[in-house]
């Protein structure tokens, strides 16, 4: 997946956006405030920073498995331990954290259940494991204009609405099956406010993600038709995108 990228990159294209459904998240998974705390597929670090100001860089560790974000996270905050590693493997002993948490990664998981399960492992009996995916099979993600344009010019683009984790039920099912207990899931919204058209776009020539990833492999005359389509779906703006998660927590 796109995701070796520069931090600022993402920043423009997704941060926007899970910056402020990090504090939402982090209230809906709610560690106790003493908490040792893990964050699951960092990025850049939208979550670790809500985590860093709530519980203090000493009680959060970090991972992902994209170099490039690694080097990101070491420089934005050198006080927190922070390690390459993806969800299937962690390098950390059993029942470690207080709360395990995962924004906006289970749907990249080759496999969720796994990875899930592992996140329980480190989790100390008791304690919480959350994630969250936006609503991207059910139009509520904050890139649904995007694809909705995309599939307008080609119905046979591939988007992320198939993908695990994006529709209502699928989380609690991912936790059941790792072996959660007192599994709970509901919506988080977040609404982000676009000053132009032009600030809305040009992030998603940047190669971020699914989203990047698609424009950068049509060409110009293509790039341009979607970039036509979207425009005229959203007009030149100001506007705002409401986009929607589906968040899950649970027991280990
Ligand atoms: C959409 S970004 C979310 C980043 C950050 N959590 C946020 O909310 O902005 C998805 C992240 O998941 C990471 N990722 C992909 N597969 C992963 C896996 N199997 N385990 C952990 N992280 C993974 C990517 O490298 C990327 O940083």
Do not use: N
């Amino acid at each position: 997946m796109s995701f070796d990228v520069a931090g600022d990159a993402y920043d423009r294209f997704m941060g926007r956006y899970s910056g402020p459904l990090a504090s939402t998240f982090v209230d809906f998974a709610g560690p106790e405030a003493s908490a040792d705390v893990l964050d699951v597929g960092c990025g850049p670090g939208a979550l670790t920073a809500e985590l860093v100001a709530r519980f203090g860089a000493g009680s959060v560790r970090a991972v992902d498995p994209s170099p490039s974000f690694v080097r990101v996270m070491h420089e934005r905050f050198p006080e927190v331990a922070v390690e390459e590693a993806g969800a299937a493997s962690l390098p950390f002993t059993t029942g470690q954290f207080d709360a395990v948490l995962s924004q906006l990664v289970v749907h990249f998981m080759a496999d969720p259940v796994a990875g899930i399960a592992e996140m329980s492992r480190v989790t100390r009996p008791g304690g919480v494991v959350s994630a969250c995916v936006w609503d991207h099979a059910e139009g509520g993600g904050p890139l649904e204009t995007f694809w909705q344009a995309a599939r307008t010019l080609d119905p046979e683009t591939t988007t992320e609405d198939r993908l695990p984790g994006t529709r209502q039920g699928d989380l609690t099912e991912i936790f059941t099956q790792a072996g959660l207990e007192q599994v709970d899931e509901r919506p988080l919204t977040v609404r982000v406010s676009h000053p132009s058209f032009e600030e809305w776009w040009q992030p998603y020539t940047l190669g971020v993600g699914p989203a990047g990833a698609h424009v950068a492999a049509l060409d110009d005359g293509a790039t341009e038709a979607l970039r036509a389509e979207c425009l005229q779906r959203l007009g030149d703006g100001p506007f705002v995108v409401d986009a929607r998660v589906w968040a899950a927590r649970g027991r280990s």
